[in-house]
């Protein structure tokens, strides 16, 4: 009997601040980021030279290198430039919340033409820019690469992605960024990752446990925080890192989620099943081919040639009959009788989306 992979996630909800044991405890931290405390993206165009004849030689390619010629005085023609040795790269990287001038980042570099490898390029003096337009940091620098690729006239090899490089600490950041969590009534806000409203009010009722009327629900995603009057301006980072450390058990959902692709189940301790039936089979259609050869009578002029055979065949496995699951079956007792069944877990997968259509599966059914 081959029992079906099917984990069992538990995830308990009671109401804070009572816990009961075995119920998971998050940090808040863990839950909800600071509202205005985040990264933000940039990105650049540029060029890297000094590649052994794996570049590119696409026009964009000639027309930024004679760009960043003419800023050097050189003007030159993007037809009079041979650009094997250079390649045009999408470059990108993460400013951090609180960054300040003269911060390192690291950068990534991404081909975008028809180089073959990076390797022992030099990214040349590159703008990243945020979503406002602003320049942010400059990149340069050499470019190191998770790989090679080698090819002669009649093989080649290659390992990981040539076309991709990192520049560690490549990019410097040209001015401050200004993070400001704070409003101006002093207070701060905490943004849920997943929206739910039962999480956010367990947040509101862990807060003010720690201390009195501070926490405030404004949405399902939000709660605001008021910074005591009493705390001091060098004492607000440590009242922010001291509420982030609350633990809370968030509301979990009960739902099912199917990967098609790997056979994975994963469903939550509070999915239920309904009183329901279930009977499994299994049909199984066997395919044979025999190929015959047919030799010709001697002197006959005839060919010798291959004749097909296939043979089908068809049997039904009747499985263990009928099984009859209860109301507020568990997760645990489902998978226990449908192991009984002898069910695979892409039998399984079929099951649960047939309790899902018969209004027999008390979760969100969710396949990848």
């Not at 600071?34 to 390619?61: C, F, Q």
């Amino acid at each position: 009997m081959f029992a079906p992979l099917l984990l069992a996630v538990l995830l308990q909800a009671p109401t804070p601040p009572a816990a009961r044991p075995g119920d998971v405890l998050v940090r808040i931290s863990d839950l909800a980021d600071v509202k205005g405390v985040r990264e933000n993206a940039l990105i650049g165009t540029g060029i890297i030279v000094g590649l052994n004849g794996t570049g590119d030689s696409t026009p964009a390619t000639r027309q930024a290198l004679a760009n960043l010629l003419a800023k050097q005085n050189l003007n030159l023609k993007p037809g009079d430039l041979t650009a094997g040795n250079s390649a045009l790269v999408i470059v990108t990287a993460t400013l951090p919340p609180f960054s300040r001038e003269g911060d390192r980042l690291d950068v990534s570099v991404s081909a975008t033409g028809g180089a073959k490898s990076l390797f022992g390029g030099t990214l040349l003096f590159c703008e990243l820019q945020a979503a406002d337009g602003k320049v942010w940091a400059v990149a340069q620098g050499p470019v190191t690469i998770g790989g090679f690729s080698a090819e002669g006239k009649g093989a080649s090899v290659a390992q990981n992605h040539p076309t991709v490089g990192f520049l560690t600490a490549g990019a410097t950041v040209e001015e401050d960024l200004d993070t400001r969590f704070l409003a101006e009534d002093n207070s701060f806000s905490f943004r849920l990752r997943k929206p739910d409203f039962a999480t956010a009010s367990r947040m509101v009722n862990v807060l003010n446990a720690h201390r009195e009327r501070i926490a405030t629900p404004i949405d399902p995603a939000t709660v605001r925080v008021r910074v005591p009057a009493d705390l001091k301006a060098d004492e607000v980072i440590a009242f922010v890192a001291e509420v982030s450390e609350l633990q809370l058990t968030p509301y979990s959902r009960a739902r099912v989620v199917v990967n098609e692709k790997t056979g994975t189940i994963i469903a939550g301790e509070w999915v239920r099943i309904r009183s329901v039936a279930i009977a499994h089979g299994n049909l199984t259609v066997t395919v044979a081919e025999s190929p015959i050869v047919s030799q010709p009578q001697p002197f006959s002029n005839g060919e010798t040639t291959t004749v097909d055979r296939t043979d089908v065949s068809a049997t039904v496995d009747s499985g263990n009959g009928v099984t009859v699951l209860p109301t507020t079956t568990s997760i645990a007792e489902l998978s226990a009788a449908l192991n009984a069944l002898g069910a695979t877990p892409r039998d399984l997968i079929t099951i649960l989306q047939m309790l899902k259509q018969a209004d027999a599966l008390e979760a969100d059914l969710e396949v990848l």
